[in-house]
T-cell receptor, first 115, second 110 residues
C-alpha cells in the first residue's frame, strides 16, 4: 500500500537540531493528520488539516510546527525537541466526503529519536 | 471526555478463535473503527461499525452495542501473521476525528 508515504522513515536528532518530516498522500483526500505514537500510550492526535486549513491543534508544544502547502502534502517541522518527544510520528489522510464513514489511511510513520 | 479501554495483551493459538473487547465512554458517537498494526508498520483499516450488530468480513468480524458502549473484534482461524496490535478507535459525534485506545497486542503461537 503506497497511498500515504512518509519520509524519512527513521530520524535521529539532537536537541538543538532542526528537521522536517514529510508526508504525501496519493489518494485524492482532503484531510490530513499528524499523530504521535509512544510506547504503551494511545495514538495521540496532534494536528488536523482540512482543505489545507488547520482545524485542530491538540495543545501541541510550539517546538512542533505543521505546514500544509496543498491537500496532498503535509510537513511537521521540528526544532529544539526534548528526549520525551522520541516516538513514532504517523501521518494519515481521509476523504472528508461528509459521509458517516470517514476512514483514515495511515502512512508507515517516521521513527524519531531525540538525543 | 473520551475514554477507550481494551486489554493490553492477549495470546491465542494458531487455528483458534480470539475475541478482543473494547469499551468506550465518549461525548457523542458516530462510529467505531478497528485497525491492525504490525510492529513497525502503519495501522491498516479493518472494520467500521455505526449500527448495533455484527459486521463480518472474511475471517474478521466486528460487533457493536451502542447502548453498552461496547465492541469486539473476532478473529477466526488464527494465522501466525495475525500477530499484531489491534486498535479500537471511536469517532465522536459532530466530528470526523478519531480517539484511539492503547491497542491490544495479540500474539499467535503455534
Amino acid at each position: 500500500e503506497t497511498g500515504v508515504t512518509q519520509t524519512p522513515r527513521h530520524l535521529v536528532m539532537g536537541m538543538t537540531n532542526k528537521k522536517s518530516l514529510k508526508c504525501e498522500q496519493h489518494l485524492g483526500h482532503n484531510a490530513m493528520y499528524w499523530y504521535k505514537q509512544s510506547a504503551k500510550k494511545p495514538l495521540e492526535l496532534m494536528f488536523v488539516y482540512n482543505f489545507k486549513e488547520q482545524t485542530e491543534n491538540n495543545s501541541v508544544p510550539s517546538r512542533f510546527s505543521p505546514e500544509c502547502p496543498n491537500s496532498s502534502h503535509l510537513f511537521l517541522h521540528l526544532h529544539t525537541l526534548q528526549p520525551e518527544d522520541s516516538a513514532l510520528y504517523l501521518c494519515a489522510s481521509s476523504p472528508l466526503g461528509g459521509g458517516d464513514q470517514e476512514t483514515q489511511y495511515f502512512g508507515p510513520g517516521t521513527r524519531l529519536l531525540v538525543l | 471526555g473520551q475514554n477507550i479501554d481494551q486489554p493490553t495483551e492477549m495470546t491465542a493459538t494458531e487455528g483458534a478463535i480470539v475475541q478482543i473487547n473494547c469499551t468506550y465512554q465518549t461525548s457523542g458517537f458516530n462510529g467505531l473503527f478497528w485497525y491492525q498494526q504490525h510492529a513497525g508498520e502503519a495501522p491498516t483499516f479493518l472494520s467500521y461499525n455505526v449500527l448495533d450488530g455484527l459486521e463480518e468480513k472474511g475471517r474478521f468480524s466486528s460487533f457493536l452495542s451502542r447502548s453498552k458502549g461496547y465492541s469486539y473484534l473476532l478473529l477466526k482461524e488464527l494465522q501466525m501473521k495475525d500477530s499484531a496490535s489491534y486498535l479500537c478507535a471511536v469517532n465522536g459525534a459532530g466530528s470526523y476525528q478519531l480517539t484511539f485506545g492503547k491497542g491490544t497486542k495479540l500474539s499467535v503461537i503455534p
